[in-house]
């Protein structure tokens, strides 16, 4: 695949997944601040039937005592007429004594007619008391009991559906403070965060008294009644991202497949020429009647022959193990088998081609116990191929040692080489099919990039495990654990 049309097909993507999750994320906004207009217009109309319910409570009081009041007004009169009937029969009992005006020596007539009238005042004072109760000239709480305004507004949230803490106080403006409060929490909360809300809007006359409400836990009750909603767009939003996510993911490895499969099939094109080469030529030099002729020559051709077609028998099972390891078809043959015996017959197998490259092989076989339950021939070709390895990645005068120890519940071999390294980075892919270790434009190892999955794949069939530790310039170990029993 195109590199630019990768990059493009990304570039497309990636701005659907943003225009996507922009939308999701400007509509879960919009559903918020509808939610929160939803609630503040609840609010607003449960306190302000809070605040018109307390002053209808307070003219109910009124006119309760209106009504007492003229229950017993006509006593009221009476008296009154009775101390002014009173009051004038002893200043014309005074007047007929021939004296126009009280005199200050006539203390006993003076007292009685101010008692007369101070008696008057004070029925007309409860006449007016009664009739005319300035209630609005009071301290705001001596109007307003705090249990009958928290039951009044608990019920009417709970009206409108608002189940939630609630903190309220009430602020008088005429002494800039707040005079009650429902627990004293939350006072700065109140008077900063709060909705007010005018309390008895028909006192004309004085400074507003204001009530105050504030939700600790407002936020939390709105995203509460919009989890629904908010799940599904997370989870929608998530499942966007993670499909983009995995199909670019996809595409990239579509892209490095692609790469490798390519290099495969250059590697294995040169592979695969060579030995066909050279038999070629040894069947050319077979039917020269000149070579004929030589002794020893026949022969010589024919082993030559013999051995190239070896190694393509060699490569040509490497690549149907991979296939059939791919498709999953592969069974073992499970035996009980002896891990040194197969390390020997291993050995013995690449040490020719260890010493041409004036290398050794050590044995350092220290497991007690080397029976186990496993494949015979898979296990060899695994064994093969971490030596092959070793040989191959250390050409100068390749130090190989092979140990063996017993682990819990298994054996442990190890494959320990003085050969280039592998970096880090590296480490991490070296399993994975069809890589080999990247080496510039130098092309001095062979192979197919196949030996090491394969290797992985069947150490996890027989149910063990395989770690590497190198660095580079230091040489590798590869160290495989197989269980005793399967």
């Known amino acids: 695949m195109n590199q630019k049309y990768i990059v493009f097909i990304t570039v497309i993507m990636s701005l659907a997944l943003i225009g996507l999750v922009s939308i999701q994320v ?42 007492s009041f003229f229950d ?29 005006q009280l005199l200050p020596s006539d203390s006993a007539a003076r007292k009685r007619l101010t008692e007369l009238l101070r008696n008057k005042s004070s029925l007309f004072n409860d006449v007016f008391e009664d009739m005319y109760a300035f209630r609005h000239f009071m301290d705001i709480e001596q109007r307003i009991n705090p249990t009958h305004l928290d ?27 707040l005079v009650i409060e429902k627990t004293g929490t939350y006072s700065r909360e109140l008077l900063e ?54 199909t670019l993911n996809s595409v990239l490895k579509e892209k490095k497949l692609a790469g490798m499969k390519t290099d495969f099939i250059n590697n294995m094109t040169h592979e695969f020429k060579t030995p066909i080469s050279t038999i070629s030529l040894a069947c050319e030099a077979l039917s020269d ?3 004929k002729n030589i002794e020893g020559i026949a022969d010589n051709y024919i082993k030559i022959i013999g051995e190239e077609n070896k190694r393509l028998g060699i490569m040509a099972e490497k690549i149907l193990q991979t296939a059939v390891l791919e498709k999953g078809k592969l069974k073992l043959s499970i035996e009980e088998v002896d891990i040194h015996k197969i390390l020997v017959d291993v050995i013995n197998n690449i040490a020719i081609q260890v010493e041409i490259n004036d290398g050794t092989i050590i044995k350092d076989f220290e497991a007690i116990s080397p029976d186990i339950q496993a494949d015979k021939v ?54 994975e099919k069809l890589y080999r270790v990247p080496q510039g434009d130098i092309h001095n190892f062979k192979g197919f990039g196949l030996g090491l999955s394969y290797v992985k794949a069947i150490i996890e069939k027989h149910k063990g495990q395989i770690r590497l530790e190198s660095e580079e310039g230091k040489g590798s170990t590869f160290t495989v654990f197989l269980p005793l029993n399967q």
Do not use: C
């Open 26 to 67: 400007y509509w879960i906004d919009n559903a918020v601040k509808v939610r929160q207009s939803v609630f503040d217009r609840s609010v607003h109309e449960a306190v302000t039937q809070v605040v018109y319910k307390l002053e209808k409570s307070e003219m109910t009081e009124q006119i309760r005592k209106k009504e």
């Open 72 to 100: 017993r007004g006509s006593d009221i009169f009476r008296s009154i007429d009775s101390i002014n009937l009173l009051y004038y029969q002893e200043l014309e009992s005074l007047q007929g004594k021939g004296q126009d």
């Open 151 to 177: 039951s009044l507004i608990r019920n009417e949230l709970a009206r409108k559906g608002i189940q939630t803490e609630y903190e309220y106080g009430v602020y008088s403006t005429s002494r800039g403070r």
């Open 193 to 246: 965060k709060s909705m007010g809300f005018t309390l008895f809007p028909g006192d004309a006359f004085t400074s507003p008294d204001y009530l105050m409400i504030y939700f600790p836990r407002e936020k939390h009750f709105l995203l509460t009644q919009m989890a629904g909603m908010l799940s599904i767009s997370i989870f929608l939003i998530l499942v966007i991202i993670i499909s983009f996510i995995l």
């Open 289 to 291: 009647n000149d070579l």
């Open 378 to 431: 898979h296990l060899s070709n695994v064994f093969y191929n971490l030596l092959e390895n070793a040989n191959k990645y250390s050409p100068k005068k390749p130090h190989i040692v092979v140990s063996t120890r017993n682990a819990e519940g298994g054996v442990e071999i190890a494959f320990r080489d003085n050969g280039i390294g592998i970096s880090k980075s590296d480490q991490k892919k070296i399993f």
